[in-house]
């Protein structure tokens, strides 16, 4: 049943709250407009909940609660402890200092874009990294797009559109959010020639293909997947050789791509960028911000005439990048040229190098913390684990680390795990672990700032273990 009208004039008017010292700091910080539109809503609840009658200064309180809560940000910070370094939903690579500090000057000032300081006169963009892109890949020339499925569609619409792009049938790969390597070549304009099998493709059936209709040669990096077993594949060099004497590009699609040979850092070693150009391949592809450690972009590097066919292309321009990542690129190349200090420098490579002396530190001062906020319905113990390099690169490496466990005695332990993970990812600064066998684990690999988490630790309202 409806409250009386009568009742519900005892609610205070927006007027009314509005002229309350108790909002002044609510309109000072947000705006009047803001401010009345959460009055209005505040006092919209409180009619529906049948509420018959409401102080000034609580429906202020409840409006400036409701206000700083809509002011926060939407993409928010979070602890990483799922054991994925790269992990691409949470943002991928983390950016090197000196990065960051080339992106704040870039972000506060007028830059040199697109100006040629010696001339006096327009210049390009890309010239912010061409040489250094060269010096570190070996290549003649180089460009820049905003993510390596760019570079890649850009690449297809220069030289394949209208024609046809020859691919084994065991690289026609679908990265993340089902997105497939045939509809990059469709949307380029290009036609897909798949030969070969899923496991086996030899260099007869690339012959086979080629004829006047073929516009390149496209070689693909299986980084996210491997096929094992009976197989067979054509190596890059013997492309690149069959290529040229059909006259045909050779695109070399590295995906990921490193710039640095991953053992150094005790990793599976991947092919770099430079063993793709030197190999003969006319064009390589490749991302800023998964191995390389970077921004969110695409690299293209090859052959001069190539690349200067790729920048004519009007499709280079909505696909630019802008001056704070290029600012960003620029400083992150520069750490390659020290690569023996890299794994100081370079987050991704600090974190993947990670020794396991130090994730134990961690454990011991965040074992008894947590053990303590949870209380003694639950189990805290470390217990080792493996971590994963993340955004398809290495997909069957993984690396020796160290876990916090989280467990839960007796029956609904798992539901209780459940609530406790929401209840972590609700905190101010979310924590994000991965339940495994029974147990909430917090891989620590990529857990630096631990006084930040601990403080955060703070606020948490676990849930009751029986």
Do not use: W
Not at 155 to 168: D, H, M, P, Q, Y
Not at 185 to 207: F, P, Q, W
Request: charged share 25%; glycine share 8%.
């Amino acid at each position: 049943m409806d409250k009386p009208v009568s009742a519900l004039r005892k609610l205070p008017s927006v007027d009314e709250v509005m002229r309350s010292a108790a909002l002044a700091e609510a309109v000072t910080r947000y705006g009047r407009s803001a401010a009345v539109t959460a009055v209005r809503a505040v006092l919209g609840e409180a009619r529906e909940q049948g509420a018959a009658s409401a102080d000034v200064t609580e429906v202020a309180r409840s409006a400036m609660a409701r206000l700083e809560a809509e002011a926060q940000p939407n993409l928010k910070p979070v602890f990483n402890l799922t054991g994925t370094v790269l992990h691409t939903n949470l943002g991928r690579a983390l950016i090197a200092e000196s990065a960051i500090e080339a992106a704040t000057v870039a972000m506060r000032n007028a830059v040199a874009l697109e100006f040629d300081l010696g001339g006096g006169r327009r210049g390009e963009r890309d010239e912010l990294v061409r040489d250094l892109l060269c010096e570190l890949t070996g290549a003649e020339d180089a460009t820049i797009v905003n993510n390596n499925a760019a570079a890649v569609l850009l690449v297809l619409n220069t030289f394949a559109k209208g024609r046809e792009a020859i691919v084994s049938r065991g690289e026609l790969i679908e990265i993340g959010g089902a997105f497939r390597m045939p509809e990059i070549m469709s949307r380029a304009g290009a036609k897909l020639h798949e030969i070969g099998t899923t496991n086996r493709t030899h260099k007869k059936d690339y012959v086979a293909a080629l004829s006047d209709k073929i516009g390149l040669i496209l070689k693909v990096h299986t980084s996210n997947y491997r096929i094992e077993g009976f197989t067979k594949e054509v190596s890059p060099r013997e492309l690149a050789a069959l290529a040229h004497e059909h006259s045909v590009p050779l695109v070399n699609d590295l995906g990921s791509g490193t710039l640095v040979d991953l053992t150094r850092f005790g990793l599976k070693h991947e092919p770099t960028v430079a063993e793709a150009v030197a190999e003969g391949a006319d064009l390589v592809t490749f991302s800023g911000d998964k191995l390389l450690g970077g921004p969110q972009t695409g690299f293209i590097v090859g052959r001069k005439a190539l690349i200067e066919k790729l920048n004519k292309n009007p499709m280079k321009r909505a696909l630019r990048v802008d001056k704070i990542r290029l600012a960003m690129v620029e400083a992150t190349l520069r750490l390659y040229r020290d690569p023996d200090r890299l794994a100081e420098k370079l987050p991704t490579y600090r974190l993947l190098a990670r020794p396991i002396k130090e994730m134990e530190e961690v454990a011991r001062r965040i074992v008894p913390v947590l053990q303590e906020k949870l209380g003694a319905g639950f189990a805290v113990k470390t217990t080792p684990c493996t971590s994963q390099v993340g955004s398809g690169a290495l997909p069957v490496e993984t690396l020796p680390s160290l876990a916090v466990a989280v467990t839960v005695s007796g029956r609904g332990g798992g539901r209780v795990l459940t609530s406790l993970s929401n209840a972590l990812r609700k905190l101010p600064v979310p924590v994000v672990g991965r339940i495994e066998k029974d147990a909430l684990l917090f891989d620590l690999r990529c857990l630096e700032n631990v006084d930040g988490f601990l403080a955060n630790l703070s606020t948490l309202n676990a849930p009751e273990a029986a």
